[in-house]
């Protein structure tokens, strides 16, 4: 079945630095992935919609300065924190699909604690 | 604008016990929905999903869920659950995967 690799899977990093999360389809190509953020005991909130080969869709509310999205190929799309701030801290989360006709494939998570 | 309500937020049955959790969408157009499952310490698994064609959707594990598009609901059911089935649930719709805010679901042994 199709495979989403997120790395690294934590990350400690300090206030004012930045700190690049990378997501991957393994066996398949992914013309759209999704960035999620989940805090604890909540539900996943979408960040963005990262689109190969031209510029993400960001929702409302989420600064696209901030968190960076590059989507270079159809087996990889970055994000990027920067300037990270210790209410940063999140669990981040990404998904592929390729047509969405198979549903969508979720990563298993980057844990990012900014001290 | 896409919206999905779950209305249960913590679940508790006893082994054997039947399960429906509610899942309500406002959409105004085509809709695809989903459930995932996350299991305590892993990432995100796809339950089922509902496309078009039969509105009552069978998936992993036992688990089914009936679309009824005049309630805007997509339920998930089980009739006999287990331990095992000790989760949190999410239901989702659309392109964007719009969630729920997730039914934590305890099965007592």
Known sequence: ?115 | AQSVSQHNHHVILSEAASLELGCNYSYGGTVNLFWYVQYPGQHLQLLLKYFSGDPLVKGIKGFEAEFIKSKFSFNLRKPSVQWSDTAEYFCAVNDKIIFGKGTRLHILP
């Open chain 1, 1 to 115: 079945g199709a495979v989403v690799s997120q790395h690294p899977s934590r990350v400690i990093c300090k206030s004012g630095t930045s700190v690049k999360i990378e997501c991957r389809s393994l066996d398949f190509q992914a013309t759209t992935m999704f960035w999620y953020r989940q805090f604890p005991k909540q539900s996943l909130m979408l960040m963005a919609t990262s689109n190969e080969g031209s510029k993400a869709t960001y929702e409302q509310g989420v600064e696209k300065d901030k968190f960076l999205i590059n989507h270079a190929s159809l087996t990889l799309s970055t994000l990027t924190v920067t300037s990270a701030h210790p209410e940063d801290s999140s669990f981040y989360i990404c998904s592929a699909s390729d047509t969405g006709a198979y549903g969508y494939t979720f990563g298993s998570g980057t844990r990012l604690t900014v001290v």
